[in-house]
């Protein structure tokens, strides 16, 4: 049986009871680091399961230590200074969960109130097609180079690549235009 499926088999079935586990008891750490080696890792696999996302677990977990490490002097005298760490981490994840919602729905207001934009007037129309089905990173550079009309330098700061990249980008999207394009004729 798994770490997880014993844990789950000391919960009892009377939630008055609470866990009892090791974990149920508070424990009080003498440093950050000594609450740092005991509590990362399952805090870390527990937001992993609870986000989605092993790097933002990661991150929100290690934003927690680091406060810890600024709020010691106070959080030292906690009676579970690891449930104080948890609740950091499990805030600091909500935050971004927060964020990306906000964003989203900006971006969904800013689609809907934006014209819709369609290439230059003088392109062809079976042109801009062939551009969309490109991977992004040619299309980006077709689009910078050649709509925008941007220098190599120019377009590599924007897209922070090399200008070497920029080029090989800017040639495969020419030989897979001109595969699209024959294909169509």
Request: proline share 3%.
């Given at each position: 049986?798994?770490?997880?499926?014993?844990?789950?088999?000391?919960?009892?079935?009377?939630?008055?009871?609470?866990?009892?586990?090791?974990?149920?008891?508070?424990?009080?750490?003498?440093?950050?680091?000594?609450?740092?080696?005991?509590?990362?890792?399952?805090?870390?696999?527990?937001?992993?399961?609870?986000?989605?996302?092993?790097?933002?677990?990661?991150?929100?977990?290690?934003?927690?230590?680091?406060?810890?490490?600024?709020?010691?002097?106070?959080?030292?005298?906690?009676?579970?200074?690891?449930?104080?760490?948890?609740?950091?981490?499990?805030?600091?994840?909500?935050?971004?969960?927060?964020?990306?919602?906000?964003?989203?729905?900006?971006?969904?207001?800013?689609?809907?109130?934006?014209?819709?934009?369609?290439?230059?007037?003088?392109?062809?129309?079976?042109?801009?097609e062939a551009i969309r089905k490109l991977?992004?990173?040619?299309?980006?550079?077709?689009?910078?180079?050649?709509?925008?009309d941007l220098s190599l330098a120019d377009?590599?700061?924007?897209?922070?690549?090399?200008?070497?990249?920029?080029?090989?980008?800017?040639?495969?999207?020419?030989?897979?235009?001109?595969?699209?394009?024959?294909?169509?004729?």
């Amino acid at each position: 049986m798994n770490e997880f499926a014993q844990n789950l088999s000391v919960v009892s079935d009377d939630p008055r009871e609470g866990r009892r586990s090791a974990h149920a008891t508070s424990l009080r750490y003498d440093s950050p680091d000594a609450l740092f080696r005991e509590e990362y890792e399952r805090l870390s696999r527990a937001l992993t399961l609870i986000t989605g996302d092993v790097h933002l677990a990661e991150e929100a977990v290690q934003e927690a230590f680091a406060r810890l490490c600024l709020n010691w002097a106070r959080v030292s005298e906690y009676e579970d200074q690891a449930a104080w760490v948890r609740r950091v981490a499990v805030n600091r994840a909500r935050d971004h969960h927060r964020s990306l919602l906000r964003k989203a729905r900006f971006l969904l207001r800013l689609a809907d109130s934006a014209p819709a934009m369609e290439p230059a007037a003088s392109m062809d129309p079976r042109v801009a097609e062939a551009i969309r089905k490109l991977p992004l990173k040619q299309r980006t550079a077709v689009a910078l180079f050649y709509l925008a009309d941007l220098s190599l330098a120019d377009v590599a700061g924007a897209m922070s690549i090399s200008e070497g990249a920029v080029k090989r980008h800017l040639s495969r999207a020419r030989d897979g235009l001109r595969t699209i394009l024959e294909e169509r004729s």
